[in-house]
């Protein structure tokens, strides 16, 4: 049984660039989670999607960010325009279904922005 | 919104004793309890977690305590061995916020052989 996929691992971006951080749930879950954490800090939230909607997108920035999880394939987390703060790690969580609360996560992709 | 705390920040025991961490949180709906552990350069596990029509859970050498009340719980580790060195994270979650995780600032554990 695959876990909760996330690529790539680490990611290096110039500021201003583009960057897309893909997740693939585990098989049968259909709830997406996407969470970052900031060097030495507990993760935060920042949207919730499943497949073709955004359920809650409470926590992430309005501008330069963007997700989705289209009906067919990963869900994708993008950054527009990069910036020096946007360096952090991007965990991804999958759940069976919203009531069932257990949520598994990736090994997230480690985001430098130079 | 939810308020998570996760007292202490660090803790450093030997070898078999055991590992207590504890959490507040502010939001009296919420209703689910999971702990997770982070080793370096990887995602958080989750470990054992509890709901809140339940005081207590119990899995081998873990075990986490709910007091609905008071408004905390708590994460207890026995007979603990260098490889339960990690960063421990509480967190709390209630149905109608789609069960978003809101999680505490994380607990360094480090287990001295």
């Known amino acids: 049984n695959a876990g909760v996929m996330q690529n790539p691992r680490h990611l290096v971006r110039r500021r201003g660039q583009e960057a897309r951080l893909r997740c693939s749930p585990m098989?049968?879950?259909?709830?997406v989670y996407w969470y970052r954490q900031l060097p030495e800090e507990g993760l935060k939230f920042m949207v919730y999607l499943q497949k073709e909607n955004i359920i809650d997108e409470s926590g992430m920035p309005k501008e330069r960010f963007s997700a989705e999880f289209p009906k067919e394939g990963p869900s994708i987390l993008r950054i527009q325009q990069v910036v020096r703060g946007d360096s952090a790690a991007y965990f991804c969580?999958?759940?069976?279904?919203?009531?069932?609360?257990?949520?598994?996560f990736g090994p997230g992709t480690r985001l430098t922005v130079t | 919104g939810e308020n998570v705390e996760q007292h202490p920040s660090t803790l450093s025991v030997q070898e078999g004793d055991s590992a207590v961490i504890k959490c507040t949180y502010s939001d009296s709906a919420s209703n689910y309890f999971p702990w997770y552990k982070q080793e370096l350069g990887k995602g958080p596990q989750l470990i054992i977690d509890?709901?809140?029509?339940?005081g207590e859970k119990k899995d081998q050498r873990i075990a986490v305590t709910l007091n609905k009340t008071a408004k905390h719980f708590s994460l207890h580790i026995t007979e603990t061995q260098p490889e339960d060195s990690a960063v421990y994270f509480c967190?709390?979650?209630?149905?109608?916020?789609?069960?978003?995780?809101?999680f505490g600032e994380g607990t360094q554990l480090t287990v001295n052989p």
């Open positions: 967190a709390a979650s209630e149905e109608t916020s789609g069960s978003r995780l809101t």
């Open positions: 509890i709901r809140s029509n339940v």
């Open positions: 098989k049968g879950h259909s709830h």
């Open positions: 969580a999958s759940s069976v279904r919203q009531a069932a609360y257990e949520q598994y």
